[in-house]
Nanobody, 125 residues
Framework: VQLQASGGGLVQAGGSLRLSCAAS????????MGWFRQAPGKEREFVAA????????LYADSVKGRFTISGDDAKNTVYLQMNSLKPDDTAVYYC???????????????????WGKGTQVTVSS
């Protein structure tokens, strides 16, 4: 099972980036998918989550209205569109999969069954 995150980079404040998470090795149709981030010296925190069917999403308060999570079932890929980026968004971003039933379980990193390697997002002021 592999989750491959990509799309990070350096962007100025106010700019946009789109992260991708390609899933392989099994069928993720019954999984919850999400994004987390970890800034230097801080704990890993929840950013956004989606059911694989795409019928429910969840966002951290800090990104609501700026970030959008979506999925492409045919490509087995989940995306995180990040707009109006701020320097505080600077972190390594990780995608994760959780085999739980309830999307609220996505708030806690310890509930994840699979993690991808991170992709660095740096927002300059």
């Amino acid at each position: 099972v592999q989750l491959q995150a990509s799309g990070g980079g350096l962007v100025q404040a106010g700019g946009s980036l789109r992260l991708s998470c390609a899933a392989s090795g099994r069928t993720f149709s019954n999984y919850l998918m999400g994004w987390f981030r970890q800034a230097p010296g801080k704990e890993r925190e929840f950013v956004a989550a989606i059911t694989w069917r795409g019928d429910s999403t969840l966002y951290a308060d800090s990104v609501k209205g700026r970030f959008t999570i979506s999925g492409d079932d045919a490509k087995n890929t989940v995306y995180l569109q990040m707009n109006s980026l701020k320097p505080d968004d600077t972190a390594v971003y990780y995608c994760a999969a959780n085999q739980a039933l309830f999307i609220a379980t996505m708030y806690q990193p310890r509930n994840m069954n699979y993690w991808g390697k991170g992709t660095q997002v740096t927002v300059s002021s």
